[in-house]
């Protein structure tokens, strides 16, 4: 037996680790942000069952595949560390472009495998390392530009490049140890919807309603007046907003179980759902658990004002008549590391609002699920954050026609098969540019 301080690496529990070879890891100083990176890079990206450890003989002896992770001189796989994962504090880091294949990246190094540290990238992609900077340029609703982003001032942010860093990794071990595999990768498309209005005419509750009313009357709006009427009485009317049959046959074709986030918040500016206390609302919570799982749409202010999000949870949890414990921010409005902490503090297991609101591809550079790390207390926490890959209005909004949308969404798609991971998609049931468009087969 040696007396270091070791971390043992555990893959998932999908997988079988006996076939999988053990991974020596060594660094002369074992921390929770090298615990985690590993975690990430080498166990969960290249599906390795791994050890990391500071005790230099043990490592010097041990015979199967490993690497150091050290500044020292040391024969065999070396890579040479930046300074990021022995800190502990958050500052400002010194960006310096390196070039690497076609991309430019950062955090250069010396006498190590590749020119610059790819755990440290890592670790600063996928933390979101930059988010936490309170003098970010934010835009009109408070979140944090993508202008911001190294990844897009360095032409990156449609790329998952964690992935494709674990994998070249991959192929440096698999060049010094034969019999080490590289995983196959897998794909998998996760449809979402964000109910941010359930229905035009249903469920209004009575203010709301006798003001859509009187607009549509003085308005001279005689259809909608009708509809808002026939709806008073129960009948059913055509509503474009009441796309759910649609999703449920995707979600048959697809073979697949979505997700549909539910806003409960009471109507404002920002929040203009129907009313959770409605049987509209009620219907249709109960109509949508019986082909997809239904999580929270904290509202718009839940970001900043945590009791929020307490009782709105606690609402739909009582609609529904089940636990909730997945959500996704409505505006994707949240803060690093706030939001998350207090998504935990209520419950909150997964979380997929960690995607870009005005474009489309990797807010945090990598394309499987992972546990969010709160860079202020340097803690790997027990949230899960599914990266949101493209959203239909952000799609729509950098698009100038049909031929360029699906020009993007097939490299996207495309990265990801190359990569391995989830491609999340969120579409708005309000939203008609998500729903005129299904095609039998097609991605999105």
Same mark, same amino acid.
């Given at each position: ?17 006996? %076939? ?22 080498? /166990? ?8 990391? +450890? ?20 040391i024969?065999?796989v ?36 590749? &020119?610059f540290d ?23 609703h /408070? ?26 990794i ?10 080490? !595999? ?42 909608? +007046? ?12 055509e ?16 073979? &697949? ?26 219907? @249709? ?13 904290? &509202?718009y ?6 009791? @929020? ?35 935990? !503090? ?11 609101? %005005? ?21 790997? +926490? ?13 799609l ?23 990569? /391995? ?19 039998? /087969? &097609?991605?999105?």
């Amino acid at each position: 037996m040696h007396c270091s301080n070791t971390y043992r690496g555990l893959i998932s529990a999908y997988f079988d680790k006996n %076939n999988f070879i053990k991974m020596l890891i060594y660094t002369p100083l074992i921390t929770t942000r090298i615990e985690y990176i590993m975690k990430i890079m080498i /166990g969960k990206l290249l599906l390795t069952d791994y050890e990391i +450890t500071d005790d230099f003989n043990y490592y010097s002896n041990y015979r199967d595949i490993k690497f150091a992770y050290c500044n020292e001189s040391i024969e065999g796989v070396k890579f040479s560390p930046a300074s990021l994962l022995f800190e502990t504090n958050i500052i400002r880091q010194d960006i310096v472009p390196v070039k690497w294949d076609d991309y430019k990246l950062f955090f250069p190094v010396k006498d190590s495998i590749f &020119s610059f540290d790819p755990f440290a990238v890592g670790f600063y992609l996928i933390t979101r390392y930059e988010e936490y900077h309170t003098d970010n340029k934010k835009d009109a609703h /408070g979140r944090f530009d993508i202008t911001n982003a190294v990844s897009f001032q360095h032409g990156f942010y449609r790329i998952p490049l964690v992935n494709i860093l674990s994998n070249e990794i991959g192929k440096v071990l698999k060049s010094h140890f034969s019999h080490y !595999e590289l995983p196959k990768q897998t794909f998998n498309q996760i449809d979402t919807y964000d109910v941010d209005i359930a229905f035009q005419y249903k469920g209004k509750g009575g203010i709301r309603f006798i003001g859509s009313l009187a607009k549509s009357i003085i308005s001279g709006n005689f259809e909608k +007046t009708k509809k808002l009427l026939l709806s008073l009485l129960g009948k059913n009317v055509e509503d474009k907003f009441d796309t759910y049959e649609l999703h449920r046959q995707r979600a048959i074709q697809r073979n &697949s179980r979505p997700l549909h986030f539910i806003l409960t918040a009471p109507f404002g500016k920002f929040d203009r759902n129907i009313s959770p206390h409605s049987k509209a609302f009620a219907d @249709l919570i109960q109509q949508l658990s019986q082909f997809s799982d239904v999580g929270l749409h904290p &509202s718009y202010y839940s970001s900043v004002k945590p009791e @929020l999000l307490k009782k709105e949870k606690a609402l739909l949890e009582n609609k529904l008549g089940l636990s909730i414990t997945k959500s996704r921010q409505h505006y994707l409005r949240f803060e690093f590391p706030d939001t998350f902490n207090h998504l935990i !503090e209520n419950g909150i297991e997964e979380d997929y609002s960690l995607g870009w609101p %005005n474009e489309v591809g990797f807010r945090a550079s990598i394309s499987i699920p992972f546990p969010f790390f709160d860079l202020t207390r340097n803690i790997e +926490t027990r949230l899960l954050l599914h990266p949101l890959t493209i959203m239909d209005g952000a799609l729509d909004s950098i698009c100038s026609d049909e031929k360029e949308k699906n020009e993007i969404i097939n490299f996207i798609t495309n990265e990801i098969k190359k990569s /391995g991971g989830e491609m999340v998609i969120l579409r708005h049931n309000s939203y008609s540019n998500s729903n005129s468009g299904f095609i039998s /087969g &097609s991605t999105f």
